[in-house]
């Protein structure tokens, strides 16, 4: 839609011209930012021209840049070892926003939207991700995506605060992983997402999205017993409940999935 | 900045918020529609340098440099692309609004026949057609007759061939080139020079008196023509509800009022140069509210004490009772439910509760108005264009509200982007005239989605408390409803949902002893409307649900319990009184569909169930009358003029004129199918000038499925009597008396007399819409539940039909399929959700889950046959019906499968769990 209360655009070409104030806020795909109005902003600041490549392959893994488009990450194809990658794909389709919406929806704003059904967020947390943050102040503070998004539509990030890009660790890029999702109708907004993985190293992690208020990622240093991850999912405290399902459901279902999960990757 | 649009290059200045939709729009492209704005409907695709994105999620600025394709350029309507083709090959759209971003979308995969169009599509909403007809159209199925439009040939009819040519043929829909290619005009696909846009300043109370606006500051925005509040509209009060005979619906309602009843309530409006500019000063509009106390359970409202919605209304208004927040009430019995209650083996009491649904037709409610030659008050009248059911009834409304004549105002509509009963009422017009009339200037007004979703009106919320009896051989002894409905803060169709939703539903079983409680009160929550079904749906919900119930008491069949109870032919038709009105059984086919329904539910179709889920089978009937009760009247004129403009611009013979709207119902084709019968012509050879009130005198409108028994019959005698005039005339020029009418002319023994000879030659007709028939629906299902999560997969599902003669069999097969969706979506997913305090928490479609592709399975339809004596060449109606048994037969199912009976829908997975959990 028109964003009636924006009078202007800004595509700064460095760091140096981003300068975040109020009212400003950034701009990447915009697919989100244009689905509602946004009475409170004055000034978009277009990340586009900030030239950021959208998927590095580095020696400790995978860089996935703020501004990646999905549809850019769900055709990435990596390094054969690399096991996780069909992950990439599924999460994409995980969105409830269509195959056109890819095209232009990114990474770091679906993140940073802190929604959660983000698949992104799930994506993110379940492989480790690492946020660069670009702080309003300067530098780069780095910190675990599950840590990033704190609550629904909340994040960590301050005021001026940018989402540079998500490092993906080799490791768990290595690891075995499997993926479970379920939606008040078929192809719906997730009412809840779970993935599990297992490393070479055999350590364990569930991650649980959608039907939490903020993504958990529950660790095990090897692939738990039921009884083990069910104790584990009594520990989630914050579950959802909004039109995409009931909390008790989601609670439940999540169980469901997780113990999948587990069966699957034992 | 410079971009490419469908090959040329255009200029353009966006401004720095804005999307592409709007942009492609205001440089003329509108063949890009408006569905959601915000990125879930798919109506406004477009290709950007090849790939499809939705439009108006899509910043403007960054289209510079690129090329853009829209629906228009893939193809013109003289020269198609192959997927715009196969969507008239397959009748793949009903409206048509969702069609252009649909192709654009298809034209972008791949493969069209993808095995995985569910994911490929969950970006493109259809509201009208389930989906089947457009898979048939990706997979390029052709479905519909002669879509070359070979205007060469007469189309004969293989099922009727006495009848000539276009009835019972699946001939194509006329517009269909124009939908399919984005060209077609919609109601906002006209901008007037010169054209404000109106925004409306909405109540963030429930329940408050303004005390006083202060609009000096929005008046000081530049840009700003004028504010509107309650000081500047009409103290007339109305109905945004329309019907043939206004006092049907209270007069409860002010074009702006300083009480706002419910959140989201117009309080002023801005008439301004640009849209965000009359937004702007909405927001400048210092209000000062005095908060009442407000209700909004509607049990809690007709209670002692209640705060009262409409205390301040007298008799006027034609309230049943406002100081028991009571719109109408409905209390009547034949026989005695006690006694037949007492006498019954078998007792089934329950109460089953229906949500709130939003009819989401594509294309929201908007309207353009004008001044045409100069001021109202001189010779000038004013002009509206508007997305309506019911343009007659809205221009004498709007007569009424501002003291003008029938000559002074206009009223038409384009070709209207879906309606589902939600267009059956006055919601912009009021704003736009009142703006018009104030300005002077051209005023255009469109609801957001989320207007759509938060204030329009949805169903009616009912509680329908069933008491059934039956004896030991299952006959029926009792059967009782106590209905309570949630109007709303307004009553519009309150009443008239009320008395139809408690009739078909009672009256289409024979039993003894009867009664009817209904009430329909005021809360402080959104107002409640017409929806499809209009009330049958959820009345039904609860009495086919019963019935299921009393079957497994008795030990019957639930087929062969409806068959032991149902009306036939000489039974009265009967709800809770022994009055008799105009309805009867123009013809019969209940029996046909119990039975075409259960032979194709015992033959099944193989789709086995997933490992683990459990299956169950449910059915349930549905009655409906044939033509809204109490007055429906529709004129028509057909003539014979090859040298009219709208003739040559069509480059047919003949102009057929009729007030009913297109929006998807499908009667301009019907119409065009039966003028061509009687005339012996191709449906080609005749232009329609419609939905406009200069178009003929009066047309009640579409809505009770009226479309194709009322107009059409108004039709078909406007035809024959110009068949006669020509023959007439041809006799008397040749003095042959036994002329064969056709294509080209009359053939007068070894002359023939062509067309053009004869003209000019009118005819007018009219039908009033009485007496009444009845047709029937049976719907049946078999689903798997899972247990463990109670997810439901539809295995099977079935649909029989009574339409009397199919006129056109592949537009009514998808009347019903679009009806079998939408009775999906309100059975499994749709729900408006409040939050106990009027709040809407599903304000965008993201959070409001209408059917996507992916939710609806194929369903098989049959259709009975008979031909009805009172419908055109035997036809009934076919468009709301449909939807009225799929909730029920769904739950009726769901029950089979999980051993517990759902009293509520949706029947979300969520609480199909709980069900199972605590069974």
Known sequence: ?266 | MRLDINGTTAEADPAPGQCLRTLLRQLGHTDVKMGCDTGDCGACSVLVDGEPVHSCVYPAFRAQGRSITTAAGLGTPDDLHPVQRRFIDAAGFQCGFCTPGMVVTASALDDPADPDLPELLKGNLCRCTGYRSIVDALNARIRVLDADCGNSRAVQSSLHPERGSGVGESVWAPGGRGVVTGTEGYTLDVAPAGLLHLAVLRSPHPHARIRSIDTTAAEGIPGVRRVLTHRDAPAVAFSTARHHNRLDDPDDTLVLDDVVRFRGQRVAAVVAESIGIAEQACRAIAVDYEPLPAVFDPQRATEPGAPLVHGDKGAESRIADPDRNLVAELHGEVGDVEVGLAAAVAVVEGTWDTQRISPTSLETHCCVGWLEDGSIDGAGRLVLRTSSQVPFLVRDELCRLFGLNREQVRVLTGRVGGGFGGKQELLTEDLVALAVLRTGAPVQYEFTRSDELTVAPCRHPMSVTVRVGANADGVLTALAIDVLADAGAYGNHSPGVMFHGCHESMGVYRCPNKRVDARSVYTNNLPSGAFRGYGLGQVMFGIECALDELARKVGLDPFELRRRNVVIPGDALVASSEHRDDLMFGSYGLDQCLDLAEIALRRGNGVAAPPGWLVGEGMALAMIATIPPRGHVAEASVSLDPLDPASLEAGGDYILRVGTAEFGNGTTTVHTQIAATVLGTEPERIAVHQSDTDAVGHDTGAFGSAGSVVAGRAVHSAATELRNRILARAAALTGVTDGRLGPVGVQCGQRLVELAEMAPLTAHACHDGTPRSVAFNVHAVRVAVDPRTGRVRILQSVHAADAGTVLNPEQCRGQIEGGVAQGIGSALYEELRLDGQGRVLTAVLRNYHIPQLADVPYTEVYFAQTVDELGPFGAKSMSESPYNPVAPALANAIRDAIGVRPHEVPMSADRLWRLITKR
């Open chain 1, 1 to 266: 839609m028109d964003l009636h209360t924006i009078t202007a655009v800004r595509r700064p070409g460095s760091r140096s011209e981003l300068a975040l104030g109020p009212g400003t806020t950034v701009l990447a795909g915009g697919t989100w930012l244009f689905s509602e109005p946004q009475l409170d902003l004055h000034t978009l600041v277009d990340l586009g021209g900030l030239g950021w490549p959208p998927l590095e392959v580095t020696g400790s893994g995978l860089t996935i840049a703020a501004t990646c488009t999905l549809r850019r990450l769900a055709a990435f194809r990596g390094p054969g070892e690399w096991s996780a990658l069909p992950l990439l794909h599924q999460c994409c389709a995980a969105l409830a926003g269509s195959f056109k919406i890819w095209h232009e929806a990114t990474v770091g704003g679906n993140i940073c939207l802190g929604l959660p059904a983000g698949p992104m967020i799930a994506l993110t947390v379940a492989l480790d991700g690492v946020a660069v943050v670009w702080p309003a102040g300067g530098g780069e503070r780095r910190m675990a995506v599950a840590e990033l998004v704190t609550g629904v539509r909340r994040t960590a990030l301050g005021p001026g605060d940018v989402l540079r890009a998500v490092e993906i660790p080799a490791s768990a890029l290595r690891a075995r992983t499997a993926y479970q999702r379920i939606a008040l109708s078929p192809l719906g907004r997730s009412a809840a997402l779970v993935i599990g993985r297992r490393g070479e190293d055999d350590r364990f992690s569930m991650t649980v999205t959608a039907a939490t208020e903020r993504p958990y990622q529950l660790c095990f240093p090897t692939v738990p017993t039921a009884q083990e991850l069910t104790s584990a999912l009594a520990g989630i405290s914050r579950w959802c409940a909004d039109v995409h399902g009931a909390r008790d459901w989601r609670e439940h279902v999540t169980g469901l999935l997780a113990e999948k999960i587990r069966g699957a990757l034992s």
